[in-house]
């Protein structure tokens, strides 16, 4: 079954406890990105990448962190989470190539930051 | 950042009514989207639009995009409480390489 993973899908931590959000997609897709959606704002890019070793930042990177060392990886780092970070995010892949491609979106990992 | 503005925020109509979400921007898309969001998921894609003035049907729902490619709407008939969900435009512009920008969403609740 085609889909995108992201784990943890519920985390609860504290100002400054560095943490990893994973995120793998098993259909081959060049491009991955990571969302954050907060009430009123919609989805908000925070980094994205076209293909493996290539990251971009998107509106929102400030204390966020990616790499793409694996085209099915693109995990999320937060070096030093504050209360501001806390969110429900959202890791994408598609096809690379075509600008209507469809978003495929994991199922969310929401994370609260005391 | 293009700015994309979608409206109603939120919407909360009976069973059977019609209802229109609308997604409007300032600049020309190249593309648009519609996603539906329902809770505890991620989005899920309901159509792209790329031609001014086109229309695409998906059962009760019609979606359409304005001739200058500045707007589109969603219109759902006969509302059912299994519309019930956030619905999400996202829009594409030319050189943004695949960078999609998605409006605020409109939160849509049908009651029986």
């Known amino acids: 079954e085609a889909q995108v993973t992201q784990n943890p899908r519920y985390l609860i931590t504290v100002t400054g406890k560095k943490l990893t959000v994973t995120c793998s997609q098993n259909?081959?897709?060049?491009?991955m990105s990571w969302y954050r959606q907060d009430p009123g704002l919609g989805l908000r890019q925070i980094y994205y990448s076209m293909n493996v070793e290539v990251t971009d930042k998107g509106d929102v990177p400030e204390g966020y962190k990616v790499s793409r060392k694996e085209k099915r990886n693109f995990p999320l780092i937060l070096e030093s989470p504050s209360p501001n970070q806390t969110s429900l995010y959202f890791c994408?892949?598609?096809?690379?190539?075509?600008?209507?491609?469809?978003?495929?979106f994991g199922e969310g990992s929401r994370l609260t930051v005391l | 950042t293009q700015l994309l503005e979608q409206s109603p925020q939120f919407l909360s109509i009976q069973e059977g009514e019609n209802l229109t979400v609308y997604c409007n921007s300032s600049s020309v898309f190249s593309s648009l989207q519609w996603y539906r969001q329902e809770p505890g998921e991620g989005p899920v894609l309901l159509v792209t639009?790329?031609?001014?003035?086109e229309v695409k049907k998906l059962k009760r729902l019609t979606f359409q995009f304005g001739d200058a490619r500045k707007d589109s709407s969603l219109h759902i008939t006969a509302a059912q409480p299994g519309d019930t969900g956030l619905y999400l435009c996202a829009g594409a512009w030319r050189g943004s390489a695949r960078q999609l920008t998605f409006g605020s969403g409109t939160q849509l609740t049908v009651l029986p």
């Open positions: 639009v790329v031609t001014g003035g």
């Open positions: 259909m081959n897709h060049e491009y």
């Open positions: 994408a892949s598609t096809r690379f190539g075509t600008s209507t491609g469809e978003l495929f």
